[in-house]
Every structure is written in structure tokens, then in C-alpha cells.
């Protein structure tokens, strides 16, 4: 089982580092205005989503292995495993927002500025601090 956790995290990273930096491309794509750089911008974008997608499916899939395998039945009466599976969800709508935010650029409907891309750039960060506590803490 310690395999299937080592792989939950190191696909968990992969997810995170995408999370992390396709906010930061959306920032410097807001402010592009030619048209090489947008198009520079929606490859980078696209080749970024499809890669933290990868990891942010194999990260649900040892995750549920785990959860199958043994921490629902240990911690399904614990808070902290439904609050972190919780802020999970909200970190799988984020991801699915990025999508949307992917395909707007590509079709020249961006709707925001990059002020608004730097604050919804702090999301995943918050959302990791939580969920590694939860799971490491484990405080409730």
C-alpha cells in the first residue's frame, strides 16, 4: 500500500505544479496583445492542461485505491477526511474552471483582466495547505 500512497503523491504534485502555473500563463495572457503571443499562449496553455489532467486523474486513482483499500473503513467516521475530500472536490471545479478558462482564451472570449488571474492564481495554494494539513495533522 505504500506504493499506491508514493504514487497518490507524486501524481498529486504533478496535478499541483499544473495548478500552479497554468493560473501564472493565464496572467501574461491577459495582458498579450499580438497575435503570436496569444497563439504561443494556447498552445502552452493547452499541451499544460492535458498534462495536469494526467496527473490529476492517476492522483484520484490511487486515491480511491486508498480509500477502497483501507481509509474509509479506518477514517470514514473522521471529520477530517470528509472536510479534506471536500476541498478535493473544490480543487476538481477549479481544475475544471481552468478548462473553461483554456478554451475562452483559445476563442478570444476571455472576459478578465490579470488582476483577476492573480487572485484566482492563490486558490490551489490555499486549498494545498488545507488539504496536506487535514491529511497529515489529521486535527479532527
Same mark, same amino acid.
Given at each position: 500500500?505504500?506504493?499506491?500512497? $508514493?504514487?497518490?503523491?507524486?501524481?498529486?504534485?504533478?496535478? #499541483?505544479?499544473?495548478?500552479?502555473?497554468l493560473p501564472r500563463l493565464f496572467v501574461y495572457h491577459a495582458v498579450t496583445t499580438d497575435?503570436?503571443?496569444?497563439?504561443?499562449?494556447?498552445?502552452?496553455e493547452r499541451k499544460l492542461y492535458i498534462i495536469m489532467t494526467i496527473g490529476a486523474v492517476?492522483?484520484?486513482? #490511487?486515491?480511491?485505491?486508498?480509500?477502497?483499500?483501507?481509509?474509509?473503513?479506518?477514517?470514514?467516521?473522521?471529520?477530517?477526511? /470528509? $472536510?479534506?475530500?471536500?476541498?478535493? $472536490?473544490?480543487?476538481?471545479?477549479?481544475?475544471?474552471?481552468?478548462?473553461?478558462?483554456?478554451?475562452? #482564451?483559445?476563442?478570444?472570449?476571455?472576459?478578465?483582466?490579470?488582476?483577476?488571474?492573480?487572485?484566482?492564481?492563490? $486558490?490551489?495554494?490555499?486549498?494545498? /495547505?488545507?488539504?496536506?494539513?487535514?491529511?497529515?495533522?489529521?486535527? #479532527?
Amino acid at each position: 500500500m505504500l506504493w499506491v500512497k $508514493a504514487l497518490h503523491v507524486i501524481f498529486m504534485v504533478t496535478w #499541483f505544479a499544473g495548478l500552479f502555473y497554468l493560473p501564472r500563463l493565464f496572467v501574461y495572457h491577459a495582458v498579450t496583445t499580438d497575435d503570436t503571443g496569444h497563439d504561443r499562449f494556447v498552445v502552452m496553455e493547452r499541451k499544460l492542461y492535458i498534462i495536469m489532467t494526467i496527473g490529476a486523474v492517476l492522483t484520484a486513482v #490511487f486515491g480511491f485505491w486508498m480509500l477502497g483499500a483501507y481509509a474509509w473503513a479506518a477514517w470514514s467516521q473522521s471529520i477530517w477526511l /470528509i $472536510a479534506k475530500l471536500v476541498l478535493v $472536490a473544490l480543487l476538481v471545479i477549479y481544475h475544471l474552471a481552468c478548462q473553461k478558462i483554456v478554451r475562452d #482564451f483559445r476563442n478570444r472570449k476571455n472576459r478578465h483582466g490579470h488582476v483577476y488571474y492573480r487572485w484566482f492564481n492563490e $486558490a490551489p495554494a490555499l486549498l494545498l /495547505i488545507a488539504i496536506v494539513l487535514l491529511a497529515i495533522v489529521k486535527p #479532527f
